[in-house]
């Protein structure tokens, strides 16, 4: 794996470039059967083009294929629940080893196939091989991955063996049994001769949930087809606020608001708190190649609206302030922590839902699990960096006056004092905590709504109050995630990000600027969102 990690950093760090150029190169290395040549830490790979490339979809058709072969091939077989973290597992007899991989390997024989060169691989060390030329190896396996290799037309992303099919191979015990060759969450072993059944694929694909599962069934053991305690089938949405603040009528609006408050901070109502670089078409598309369980996306906005976003598709609603804020009086508003404190009045917001900032950004395939407990508790992720002691009202940082008003808050409630912030990752909230928040603290909800720009009383509520109070109120517990931050506006983000865009390694991370960037710094933002996240979402026009 080091061996791996290092080679795709020597690969990336001969120079990132843009993703017009990299398609130029691929195009002059075409294959028979409409592939193309990539290169991946493994080696150079044949590969299909594919404009919808993302994980859930090589899933999706890595999974169909093997079943799809296995049946026209008469090869007994069943969809298997994987384990956490695990791709899609598909059971055979081992009786039927030999001729399930020769299925395989011959709807895999040439370019123009109807699957196209399939690879199999058989262990974590090993590389990924050729299913035809790697036969003679696979006597004896317990199981193998099976994968085909998929590409974007900007051939940024590459989507190989980690997204494939596992074929497992389940000997006997006696007459009537068929054992399972490795742990599974579900059982130890099957009955030989047992009927299959019918599953809805939210059992069989980690990136499917119950709430988004569509007509996909899969032959499968009824002992898989029973829901685990560990099972999260609850709807899960996604809420953004987002501005545009080169928008003429928003800018007026603000101008008009700022002489009216007079002299305020630049970390109370900068400019650059309201830039837009087309971050949040890009925030989207990370979720839609990362979480595609989301149910709903919410985007609200001060009358505005981006104008690539399809406002008719069935997953995306925009939302105005007016439609959520108890008192529409005090609009407009500028600041956001007066915003966060009204979206859980959005209609028809699901009960549980993750907050981002259109700077968040998933960087790989994330199972709902990261966020949320299958008993609806959340996850938050504290940060290293603490609040400072002192006092709100001197304090020149509108976040961190934020942090200490919500620390009275909770220390007069519990005794206990929050002492770090939060990672600027998705916030896993819960509709009914906002609600009972906003009862319990009405005057520091009001007053925090009231306020246009960001005031040293504010309570910051989604991105650390919810968390501490549902923590300290047995709701919420701390989780992991691999995450990173990056800073704009100094010099040292260009190399950070072709690390990223190389390993693709992090859950999440934000793209944040402290300072105002140049247009070159702006430009490497767009080149490096445009190379990780090639795969239009299905709401952009």
Same mark, same amino acid.
């Given at each position: 794996?080091?061996?791996?990690?290092?080679?795709?950093?020597?690969?990336?760090?001969?120079?990132?470039?843009?993703?017009?150029?990299?398609?130029?190169?691929?195009?002059?290395?075409?294959?028979?059967?409409?592939?193309?040549?990539?290169?991946?830490?493994?080696?150079?790979?044949?590969?299909?083009?594919?404009?919808?490339?993302?994980?859930?979809?090589?899933? &999706?058709?890595?999974?169909?294929?093997?079943?799809?072969?296995?049946?026209?091939?008469?090869?007994?077989?069943?969809?298997?629940?994987?384990?956490?973290?695990?791709?899609?597992?598909?059971?055979?007899?081992?009786?039927?080893?030999?001729?399930?991989?020769?299925?395989?390997?011959?709807?895999?024989?040439?370019?123009?196939?109807?699957?196209?060169?399939?690879?199999?691989?058989?262990?974590?060390?090993?590389? +990924?091989?050729?299913?035809?030329?790697?036969?003679?190896?696979?006597?004896?396996?317990?199981?193998?991955?099976? +994968?085909?290799?998929?590409?974007?037309?900007?051939?940024?992303?590459?989507?190989?063996?980690? *997204?494939?099919?596992?074929?497992?191979?389940?000997?006997?015990?006696?007459?009537?049994?068929?054992?399972?060759?490795?742990?599974?969450?579900?059982?130890?072993?099957?009955?030989?001769?047992?009927?299959?059944?019918? /599953?809805?694929?939210?059992?069989?694909?980690?990136?499917?949930?119950?709430?988004?599962?569509?007509?996909?069934?899969?032959?499968? &053991?009824?002992?898989?087809?029973?829901?685990?305690?560990?099972?999260?089938?609850?709807?899960?949405?996604?809420?953004?606020?987002?501005?545009? /603040?080169?928008?003429?009528?928003?800018?007026?609006?603000?101008?008009?608001?700022?002489?009216?408050?007079?002299?305020?901070?630049?970390?109370?109502?900068?400019?650059?708190?309201?830039?837009?670089?087309?971050?949040?078409?890009?925030?989207?598309?990370?979720?839609?190649?990362? +979480?595609?369980? #989301?149910?709903?996306?919410? #985007?609200?906005?001060?009358?505005?609206?981006?104008?690539?976003?399809?406002?008719?598709?069935?997953?995306?609603?925009?939302?105005?302030?007016?439609?959520?804020?108890?008192?529409?009086?005090?609009?407009?508003?500028?600041?956001?922590?007066?915003?966060?404190?009204?979206?859980?009045? #959005?209609?028809?917001?699901?009960?549980?839902?993750?907050?981002?900032?259109?700077?968040?950004?998933?960087?790989?395939?994330?199972?709902?699990?990261?966020?949320?407990?299958?008993?609806?508790?959340?996850?938050?992720?504290?940060?290293?960096?603490?609040?400072?002691?002192?006092?709100?009202?001197?304090?020149?940082?509108?976040?961190?006056?934020?942090?200490?008003?919500?620390?009275?808050?909770?220390?007069?409630?519990? /005794?206990?004092?929050?002492?770090?912030?939060?990672?600027?990752?998705?916030?896993?909230?819960?509709?009914?905590?906002?609600?009972?928040?906003?009862?319990?603290?009405?005057?520091?909800?009001?007053?925090?709504?009231?306020?246009?720009?960001?005031?040293?009383?504010? #309570?910051?509520?989604?991105?650390?109050?919810?968390?501490? *109070?549902?923590?300290?109120? /047995?709701?919420?517990?701390?989780?992991?995630?691999? *995450?990173?931050?990056?800073?704009?506006?100094?010099?040292?983000?260009? &190399?950070?990000?072709?690390?990223?865009?190389?390993?693709?390694?992090?859950?999440?991370?934000?793209?944040?600027?402290?300072?105002?960037?140049?247009?070159?710094?702006?430009?490497?933002?767009?080149?490096?969102?445009?190379? *990780?996240?090639?795969?239009?979402?299905?709401?952009?026009?």
């Amino acid at each position: 794996m080091r061996k791996a990690v290092r080679r795709a950093r020597r690969i990336y760090h001969r120079g990132v470039r843009p993703a017009r150029r990299l398609l130029l190169g691929l195009r002059s290395r075409r294959l028979p059967g409409g592939l193309v040549l990539v290169r991946t830490p493994e080696g150079m790979r044949p590969a299909r083009v594919r404009e919808d490339a993302c994980p859930l979809q090589a899933m &999706r058709e890595n999974l169909d294929l093997v079943c799809a072969v296995l049946e026209r091939a008469d090869v007994p077989y069943f969809c298997v629940r994987p384990l956490a973290g695990q791709p899609p597992a598909v059971g055979v007899p081992a009786v039927h080893r030999s001729r399930a991989l020769a299925a395989l390997a011959e709807a895999a024989g040439t370019a123009s196939g109807d699957a196209g060169p399939l690879y199999v691989g058989t262990g974590p060390e090993k590389p +990924a091989r050729l299913l035809r030329r790697a036969l003679p190896e696979l006597r004896t396996a317990t199981a193998v991955r099976v +994968a085909g290799y998929f590409v974007s037309p900007s051939g940024t992303l590459v989507l190989g063996p980690e *997204y494939g099919c596992d074929l497992e191979f389940w000997p006997s015990e006696g007459p009537n049994l068929l054992v399972a060759p490795r742990p599974n969450p579900t059982t130890r072993t099957l009955p030989a001769d047992e009927p299959p059944v019918e /599953g809805t694929e939210d059992l069989f694909n980690p990136l499917v949930s119950p709430a988004r599962r569509g007509p996909r069934r899969y032959r499968t &053991r009824r002992e898989f087809t029973v829901r685990h305690v560990d099972d999260i089938d609850f709807p899960i949405d996604a809420v953004y606020t987002w501005v545009d /603040g080169s928008d003429p009528a928003w800018r007026a609006r603000r101008d008009a608001a700022l002489a009216e408050a007079g002299r305020l901070t630049e970390l109370a109502a900068g400019a650059a708190r309201f830039t837009s670089r087309d971050e949040l078409r890009y925030s989207l598309r990370s979720l839609h190649m990362c +979480a595609p369980w #989301i149910r709903h996306v919410w #985007i609200v906005t001060d009358g505005q609206c981006p104008e690539w976003l399809d406002t008719d598709h069935p997953d995306v609603t925009v939302v105005d302030h007016k439609e959520i804020f108890t008192d529409p009086s005090v609009l407009p508003v500028f600041n956001s922590h007066a915003i966060e404190t009204q979206l859980h009045h #959005i209609d028809g917001l699901s009960e549980h839902f993750l907050y981002l900032n259109d700077d968040f950004f998933l960087g790989r395939p994330l199972p709902p699990s990261t966020f949320f407990e299958a008993n609806g508790i959340t996850r938050f992720f504290p940060s290293a960096v603490p609040v400072p002691f002192g006092s709100p009202e001197t304090e020149e940082s509108p976040v961190h006056a934020a942090g200490m008003n919500n620390r009275r808050l909770l220390e007069e409630l519990t /005794g206990r004092t929050l002492t770090l912030k939060m990672r600027h990752a998705p916030y896993a909230l819960r509709r009914s905590l906002l609600a009972e928040l906003e009862e319990r603290y009405a005057a520091e909800f009001r007053a925090t709504a009231s306020h246009r720009f960001r005031d040293c009383t504010d #309570i910051s509520v989604v991105s650390s109050l919810a968390h501490y *109070y549902a923590y300290l109120t /047995g709701r919420a517990v701390p989780g992991t995630i691999e *995450y990173t931050y990056v800073d704009l506006a100094l010099h040292r983000a260009r &190399r950070k990000m072709r690390n990223m865009l190389a390993l693709r390694q992090h859950d999440t991370f934000c793209l944040n600027d402290t300072a105002p960037t140049t247009p070159e710094q702006d430009a490497l933002l767009h080149s490096f969102l445009e190379a *990780y996240f090639p795969t239009r979402a299905p709401w952009e026009r």
